[in-house]
Every structure is written in C-alpha cells, then in structure tokens.
C-alpha cells in the first residue's frame, strides 16, 4: 500500500522554523522525484520545492527561496522541508507528492503550518 505520511507541521511565531517531514512506504521512493505542495485557505495547491530522485537537482518557488531547503534521505525513505524565518504568509498546509514521468503522483494526507504571533 502507498503511503506519504507527512509530520512536522504545527504553530510557529513570525520568524521562526519548522522541519517537515514526509515518510514513504510501499513503493520505491528513491526512484521518485519528490516535492513539497502547499494550499492555503481560498487558493489553489502550489509548488513549494522539488528535488530529484537522487537530490542532485532543487527547485524553489520564489516567495520561499533562500528560506526553505528541501532534503532527501533515500536510505529512510524520507524527504524532509526545512523551513526558516517563516511568515505569516507561509500558512497552509503542506503536502508531500512523490511523482515518476508524467503519470504517477502520489500524495500524502498533509500537515498544518500555522504561522502566527
């Protein structure tokens, strides 16, 4: 059975940090391209960061550029979003997708960021 299982997620204050994880099972991760989705109340699902199945390529969308850093673990199935100096504007929640050519997407159950003072 596929499963991403997303955690990490919670309430933080303006300025600070969170680390996402998403754990993969029942398939082979490691031969996936990972990324990190976001949806916010009103708005529709957006691109947060991608990595490559085996990490050597990143992509970030603008608004989170030089605060957020993707990770990948491929010997823990996991795939991780560290993100800094958040903003009150980074509130969604956030979802892990696994995706391999132009057919197969995964995604996980996601997980609440909160960013308030």
């Known amino acids: 059975q596929v499963q991403l299982v997303e955690s990490g997620g919670g309430l933080v204050q303006p300025g600070g940090s969170l680390r996402l994880s998403c754990a993969a099972s029942?398939?082979?991760?490691?031969?996936?391209?990972m990324s990190w989705y976001r949806q916010a109340p009103g708005k529709e699902r957006e691109l947060v960061a991608g990595?490559?199945?085996?990490?050597?390529?990143?992509n970030y969308a603008d608004s989170v550029k030089g605060r957020f850093t993707i990770s990948r673990d491929n010997a823990k199935n996991t795939v991780y979003l560290q993100m800094n100096s958040l903003k009150p504007g980074d509130m969604a929640v956030y979802y892990c997708n696994a995706g391999k050519g132009p057919w197969i997407s995964y995604w996980g159950q996601g997980t609440q960021v909160t960013v308030s003072s």
């Open positions: 990595i490559t199945s085996a990490g050597g390529l990143k």
């Open positions: 029942g398939f082979t991760s490691s031969s996936y391209a």
